[in-house]
């Protein structure tokens, strides 16, 4: 019975197919695809264009490929350094100038005017103790012109001197990244001293024309020659106290100590006829400090024609051959810049990594 039950339900399941089969429609007939078109058979070769190519040398890669660089000596990223370097790289020191300028002039209210003010303080403060106090009024004639001057040398020497010393401490960040001369911070300093010198030019030019003063044309020398001098010892010991500041920090606190002498080694609070009274012959040897002769120049240039009686003054208050001295230390600062040139060469590969 099994078996049976089985068999019959088996056909009937091929029964079902079998309809279903045949009620379905049949399928649509297979169309070939037509055959691809044979490739044109190709050309001659004497059929096509001819072109002719330049022939390509090959003798500089040849050359570049068996040159021997065992011989050339290895040079750090910041080669041709140096002075002449910076001032070839002018764009670049322009840049470092006016960061200086609107580093220190950030935040503030009066910005440039400050470069007036702090002279003129000063000013006051030297010519209340010194002229007022000690009664020097009475001794020196245009007493206030006289140490305006020397106030110009001073101020302008050690800003050089302090900002140039601390300036790759200072910019250290652009100094270990950037391959670049490294003189250029210590002259960027001197530069941005140099334009603070102006304003106070201009005040000192407005006292004078007070008084009477007419420039001429010795006087002008003298002032350039005393600018000169003053902007080389400057920059030479920028140079030199800045990469020894790298070293040994003590330095920026010895430049302090320094700057307190200058201000009573120079004929700035009193005249040079009180050296002279005083010492006699070996009054000369006191010329030799250059920035004593910058004061000196910069008085010849100003006070001397500013006073009632310039000739006396010039003869009793300046010594003879001023102009002469006024060389001779500009030959000295030379090679004081020169020597501050080396040892900052010597010392300018180990800068970076004592940053």
Same mark, same amino acid.
């Given at each position: 019975? $099994?078996?049976?039950?089985?068999?019959?339900?088996?056909?009937?399941?091929?029964?079902?197919?079998?309809?279903?089969?045949?009620?379905?429609?049949?399928?649509?007939?297979? =169309?070939?695809?037509?055959?691809?078109?044979?490739?044109?058979?190709?050309?001659?070769?004497?059929?096509?264009?001819?072109? !002719? $190519?330049?022939?390509?040398?090959? /003798?500089?890669?040849?050359?570049?490929?068996?040159?021997?660089?065992?011989?050339?000596?290895?040079?750090?990223?910041?080669?041709?350094?140096?002075?002449?370097?910076?001032?070839? #790289?002018? %764009?670049?020191?322009?840049?470092?100038? #006016?960061?200086?300028?609107?580093?220190?002039?950030?935040?503030?209210?009066?910005?440039?005017?400050? &470069?007036?003010?702090?002279?003129?303080?000063?000013?006051?403060? %030297?010519?209340?103790?010194?002229?007022?106090?000690?009664?020097?009024?009475?001794?020196?004639?245009?007493?206030?012109?006289?140490?305006?001057?020397?106030?110009?040398?001073?101020?302008?020497?050690?800003?050089?001197?302090?900002?140039?010393? $601390?300036?790759?401490?200072?910019? #250290?960040?652009?100094?270990?990244?950037?391959?670049?001369?490294? /003189?250029?911070?210590?002259?960027?300093?001197?530069?941005?001293?140099?334009?603070?010198?102006?304003?106070?030019?201009?005040?000192?030019?407005?006292?004078?024309?007070?008084?009477?003063?007419?420039?001429?044309?010795?006087?002008?020398?003298?002032?350039?020659?005393?600018?000169?001098?003053?902007?080389?010892?400057?920059?030479?010991?920028?140079?030199?106290?800045?990469?020894?500041? =790298?070293?040994?920090?003590?330095?920026?606190?010895?430049? &302090?100590?320094?700057?307190?002498?200058?201000?009573?080694?120079?004929?700035?609070?009193?005249?040079?006829?009180?050296?002279?009274?005083?010492?006699?012959?070996?009054?000369?040897?006191?010329?030799?400090?250059?920035?004593?002769?910058?004061?000196?120049?910069?008085?010849?240039?100003?006070?001397?024609?500013?006073?009632?009686?310039?000739? /006396?003054?010039?003869?009793?208050?300046?010594?003879?051959?001023?102009?002469?001295?006024?060389?001779?230390?500009?030959?000295?600062?030379? =090679?004081?810049?020169?020597?501050?040139?080396?040892?900052?060469?010597?010392?300018?590969?180990?800068?970076? !990594?004592?940053?």
């Amino acid at each position: 019975m $099994r078996l049976g039950g089985r068999r019959r339900a088996a056909g009937r399941h091929a029964g079902g197919r079998s309809r279903d089969r045949r009620a379905s429609p049949e399928a649509p007939p297979t =169309v070939a695809a037509p055959a691809p078109a044979p490739a044109p058979a190709p050309a001659p070769a004497e059929d096509y264009p001819t072109v !002719e $190519r330049p022939a390509v040398a090959a /003798e500089p890669v040849a050359v570049a490929a068996h040159r021997d660089l065992s011989g050339v000596p290895l040079t750090p990223p910041t080669a041709g350094n140096g002075l002449h370097a910076v001032f070839k #790289k002018r %764009y670049l020191l322009k840049l470092l100038v #006016k960061r200086e300028l609107s580093a220190r002039y950030q935040g503030s209210f009066l910005g440039l005017l400050w &470069s007036y003010i702090g002279p003129l303080c000063q000013f006051f403060v %030297y010519w209340f103790v010194i002229g007022t106090i000690l009664g020097l009024h009475d001794n020196v004639p245009n007493f206030g012109v006289h140490i305006f001057c020397g106030l110009v040398v001073v101020h302008f020497f050690t800003e050089t001197f302090g900002a140039g010393t $601390r300036s790759i401490v200072r910019n #250290k960040s652009i100094v270990v990244k950037l391959p670049m001369p490294r /003189e250029m911070f210590p002259v960027a300093s001197m530069l941005v001293s140099l334009f603070h010198v102006f304003p106070q030019l201009v005040i000192l030019t407005i006292a004078c024309l007070a008084y009477g003063w007419t420039p001429d044309f010795v006087g002008m020398v003298a002032l350039l020659l005393g600018l000169l001098i003053a902007m080389l010892l400057g920059t030479a010991g920028a140079l030199l106290f800045s990469a020894a500041n =790298v070293f040994f920090r003590d330095f920026s606190s010895l430049v &302090s100590i320094i700057q307190m002498f200058i201000r009573f080694s120079v004929p700035m609070i009193y005249p040079f006829s009180f050296v002279d009274d005083r010492f006699g012959a070996a009054a000369s040897y006191y010329l030799f400090n250059p920035l004593a002769d910058c004061v000196l120049l910069v008085q010849r240039a100003f006070w001397v024609g500013s006073t009632p009686h310039p000739d /006396e003054v010039a003869k009793t208050d300046l010594p003879p051959d001023l102009l002469i001295w006024g060389l001779a230390m500009t030959g000295a600062g030379l =090679v004081l810049l020169a020597i501050g040139q080396l040892v900052f060469s010597r010392l300018e590969a180990k800068i970076p !990594e004592r940053l």
